[in-house]
């Protein structure tokens, strides 16, 4: 079993819809969590980050993380062609793994005008 | 730009061969990350270097190498090429010993045939 797992998709959507992204992750001992965005022929780029259950909003994306069930999301509101990309979720043990980043398969997202 | 260059952009070579891919950090970035992403293994982080000690390591083959040299920079060595080393090699930097904040560059394309 992968210590991440991330369902790769293709997902395909019309501009202006409500995307859901989704990773489980196995290790308890995972601290933070992050979501990466990767545009084709181009490296990651940190998209958002968190080290708590909840909800963390910046503008129109929100990640969230519960941690008892040992699942991350991120939704992405009013969707547009330029979030055509793939993201992938990444998750640190931190301690003295800090910087040891495990990501999940990545999920391709096409948003369609 | 994430201000992360790497050199060569592509690079093709023969089975048994060795090869060095290069990575310039960030400026003021001390750590090094080196991933290796492909189809089937999505992307999964090699080893990590601070300050020119290595720090971390991953799933990274007895084949494989890294250094970082006092200027910072970083090389990753891959000798007795097989078919399966075929795949888009990342390096990131970060500032401290050990960050999820991870800055990537634009990627070495390795083609072994």
């Known amino acids: 079993q992968k210590e991440v797992e991330q369902d790769p998709g293709p997902l395909s959507v019309p501009e202006g819809a409500i995307v859901s992204l989704n990773c489980t992750y196995s290790?308890?001992?995972?601290?933070?969590f992050m979501w990466y965005r990767q545009y084709s022929r181009k490296g990651p780029e940190l998209l958002m980050y968190?080290?708590?259950?909840g909800n963390k909003e910046d503008g129109r994306f929100t990640a969230q993380v519960d941690k008892s069930s040992k699942y991350i999301s991120l939704f992405i509101r009013d969707s547009q062609p330029s979030d055509s990309a793939t993201y992938l979720c990444?998750?640190?043990?931190?301690?003295?793994?800090?910087?040891?980043?495990?990501f999940g398969q990545g999920t391709i997202l096409t948003v369609h005008p | 730009d994430s201000g992360v260059t790497q050199t060569p952009k592509h690079l093709i070579t023969a089975t048994g061969q060795r090869v060095t891919l290069r990575c310039s950090p960030r400026?003021?970035?001390?750590?090094v990350y080196w991933y290796q992403q492909s189809l089937d293994q999505g992307l999964q982080f090699l080893i990590q270097?601070?300050?020119?000690?290595?720090?971390a390591k991953g799933n990274i083959l007895e084949r494989f190498s890294a250094q970082q040299f006092p200027d910072l920079h970083s090389e990753l060595n891959l000798s007795s090429l097989e078919l399966g080393d075929s795949a888009l090699y990342f390096c990131?930097?970060?500032?401290?010993?050990?960050?999820?904040?991870?800055?990537f560059g634009p990627g070495t394309r390795l083609t072994v045939t």
């Open positions: 990131a930097s970060s500032h401290g010993t050990g960050s999820y904040e991870q800055y």
């Open positions: 290790n308890s001992a995972f601290q933070y």
């Open positions: 968190t080290y708590s259950s």
């Open positions: 990444a998750i640190d043990a931190g301690g003295t793994s800090y910087g040891k980043l495990t």
């Open positions: 400026s003021g970035d001390l750590s």
């Open positions: 270097y601070y300050n020119g000690e290595e720090r």
